[in-house]
Structures are given as structure tokens and as C-alpha cells.
């Protein structure tokens, strides 16, 4: 029994359940051998993750994943320029209770973390303001604890308390993660998925699909991860969850049109889409 065996069936929300579910539960396909081992073998150090990929590579399913697998719930925060202290830690509001007023602290998503040994996601934490986050650096490095500045209180986390975070770097929108921050890190590269675990995830989702339909947007897929290699086309020509997406609403439609809504449609630049549709053209010949 390997050590992050041991750290499964340690776990009290899922006393004595089969390890291999690990593998199994919460839906993410790992794109190799390695990955889905030495992501959990952070987790069971109790290190904080950083996913790094392209949007729809699967970052959140993986989160998602790693959550169901253990039985712990999994509070999210979704960074942006408006988050502030509040999301993150709660806020203090006023409320009656027999007749008086009284004002009582509603505990944000990572105080409940913290508290009750759940998983904290932290998606887009490139989003975030640079100021923001860094009240949760000792509760990232080793003393897993923080001051509650609305209310004083010191928190010291559950044994199980783990933290993901996901980045999409060089999107608009985003900057640079502060360097104190990320060092408390393990950083992962989340890669889409292509091959036999593409075609493995199409066979779960579209069980019952046309299996021409299914040839052509794996065929379309592959190539447009070859176009976004070479540079020509943006990483959201590739997402992995529009592709999906497509096939989605390919049961009801001309396939051509439902790629054009579901990717084509999102792509900024006039001449990707362009790219993008005939690129398709070609693979539904």
C-alpha cells in the first residue's frame, strides 16, 4: 500500500472504500500515467496545487475529481478584480433572533475550508488583484492557520483542509501571480487531452452518438491542437469543453453550425474564425 493509499483510507469521511475509485470518481481523464499520481501525491502532503492550462483543458474536473474521490466537499471561489476579503473569509451582518438585534459573522469559503477539513478551489487565481490573496499566504505555507481580521478568531485548519488553485496564464484579464504566493505552490501543467483519452472521454459523454459525428470532431480536434501549436490559432479554438459543447448541440443540428456557436462564434480575431470553419469544412467532407 502506497502512501497515498494509506492517506485515502486514513480519510474519515470514506472509511474503508475502494482506492481504486480514486481513479474512477469525479469524471477527469488523466492525459497520462503520472499526472493523476503525483497530483494526489501533493494532496495527501497536504500542499496546496496549482493547475496550470488553457481553458477547458479540464482544471475544474480535476479539482472536482480529487473532491469526489475523497468524499470532502469543495468550496469555490471564482477570482476576479472585485474580490475582496469578504468572498473570501465572510462578513459580518445584522440579524434578529428573539425579538433583538445582533450582529453575527457569515463564514466565507475558506474559514468553512479551513474549519470543517474540506477543499478549497481557487479558479482563475490569476484574476485575482494582487493585493487580495496574500491574507491567505500562512494558511498556504506550513502553519496552515489565519487571523480572522473581521473577527479576531485564529484558525487552525483540519488535518484535511487541502487547497487547488487554476490559472490561465496569459489571458486578458490576468497578471502575473505574486511571487510569495505561487512559491507556496506545487504547479502542475494541465494539458488538453488527445489520443485514446480523448476518444475515451467522447465514448462516456456520447455514449449513443453517431460515430461519424464522433470521427469528425476528434479528427477536427486533433488538428486544431496542431494549429494552436504552430500559432495560428488561439488556445480557445481547442477547448476541450466547447468541443464538447459542439457535439452537445451536434444531436440537434447541422454539426457545422453547432461548431460555429459553440467555438467559432467565441474566437475574437475575424481571421481565425475563418481558419477555424474551414479547417472544419475540410475534416466533415
Sequence with gaps: MDFIEKDFQSRKSRDHADYEKLI???????????????????VVLRKPVLLKGPTGAGKTKLAESISAAYGQPMQSINCSVDLDAEALLGFKTLVQHKGESRIEFIEGPVVTAMKKGQFLYIDEINMAKPETLPILHSALDHRRMMTNPFTGEVIEAHPDFGVIAAINEGYIGTAPMNEALKNRFIAYPI?????????????REFPGADPELKKFILNLAADLMKQVENGLLSEEAASIRSLLDATALSQHMDPMRAIRYAIAEKLEDASERELFMDLAHTWKK
Excluded at 24 to 42: M, R
Excluded at 191 to 203: K, N, S, T, V
Aim: negative net charge.
Design 24 to 42: 474512477a470518481e469525479g469524471g477527469y481523464i488523466s492525459p497520462d500515467a503520472d499526472l493523476w499520481h503525483d497530483i494526489l501525491s501533493a
Design 191 to 203: 494539458p488538453y487531452l488527445a489520443g485514446d483519452q480523448l476518444r475515451q472521454l467522447w465514448d
